[in-house]
């Protein structure tokens, strides 16, 4: 059974850096694409950045491209999500994810982890 599960979330200054881990088990996932999603209260759930199977394209939204990284270690099963320069606005519960191909769209992924909380103070 596949399983993601999230680390590294926490509280942070504006301007401060955070580096997210998710660590994937199930053989099957090293072949997926990854992504993370956040979802802040009353929000809908919107994609923050994917990367592909083998970690060489990632995808970002807009707001994050020159702030956030995301990357994965195939051979330690481990996807991470580098964010620098943080602002109040990416205060959200951060979730990782897994499709079979890299996609900005939630439906489009089979599993999910529980999410790791972030909050920016301003």
């Known amino acids: 059974q596949e399983q993601l599960v999230e680390s590294g979330g926490g509280l942070v200054q504006a301007g401060g850096s955070l580096r997210l881990s998710c660590a994937a088990s199930?053989?099957?996932?090293?072949?997926?694409?990854m992504g993370w999603f956040r979802q802040a209260p009353g929000k809908e759930r919107e994609f923050v950045a994917a990367?592909?199977?083998?970690?060489?394209?990632?995808y970002y939204k807009d707001s994050v491209e020159v702030r956030f990284t995301i990357s994965r270690d195939n051979a330690k099963n481990m996807v991470y999500l580098q964010m620098n320069n943080l602002k109040a606005e990416d205060t959200a519960v951060y979730y990782c994810?897994?499709?079979?191909?890299?996609?900005?769209?939630?439906?489009?992924?089979?599993?999910w982890g529980q999410g790791t909380q972030v909050t920016v103070s301003s």
């Open positions: 199930g053989r099957a996932l090293s072949t997926y694409a």
């Open positions: 994810a897994a499709a079979r191909f890299p996609a900005k769209v939630p439906n489009n992924y089979e599993y």
């Open positions: 990367v592909n199977w083998s970690g060489k394209v990632p």
